[in-house]
Nanobody, 124 residues
Framework: HVQLVESGGDSVQAGGSLKLSCAAS????????MAWFRQAPGQEREAIGV???????IYADSVKGRFTISRSNAGKVMWLQMNNLTPDDTAMYYC??????????????????WGQGTQVTVSS
């Protein structure tokens, strides 16, 4: 069972970049599907990307081509590289872990472990 801690959130201007990290503690990180979600004020939490245990990632249309998810099973860490940020990307960002199969942008109910979140604010 793992525990997750996000870091890297900040305030940036539109067009800028940020890299978020999700560090895991505990055993078994490598068996988990890992995902990034975000939640803006007054909106539902949305999945923005999932990465399989082998490192294959898929993305929501809203971030495809701008965001990249990667992971290191040896280092027990996942990253979210965010480029060309817009004010619409302003949200609390969460990482989550769930059991395979890692098929599609699964709903949040499929993830059993969550981090506490890290805030990303993009100004125009």
């Amino acid at each position: 069972h793992v525990q997750l801690v996000e870091s890297g959130g900040d305030s940036v201007q539109a067009g800028g970049s940020l890299k978020l990290s999700c560090a895991a503690s505990g055993a078994g990180f490598y068996v988990y599907c890992m995902a990034w979600f975000r939640q803006a004020p007054g909106q539902e939490r949305e999945a923005i990307g999932v990465i399989s245990t082998a490192g294959s990632a898929i993305y929501a249309d809203s971030v495809k081509g701008r965001f990249t998810i990667s992971r290191s099973n040896a280092g027990k860490v996942m990253w979210l590289q965010m480029n060309n940020l817009t004010p619409d990307d302003t949200a609390m960002y969460y990482c989550a872990a769930g059991r395979p199969p890692c098929t599609g942008l699964r709903s949040q109910e499929m993830y059993s472990v969550w981090g506490q979140g890290t805030q990303v604010t993009v100004s125009s």
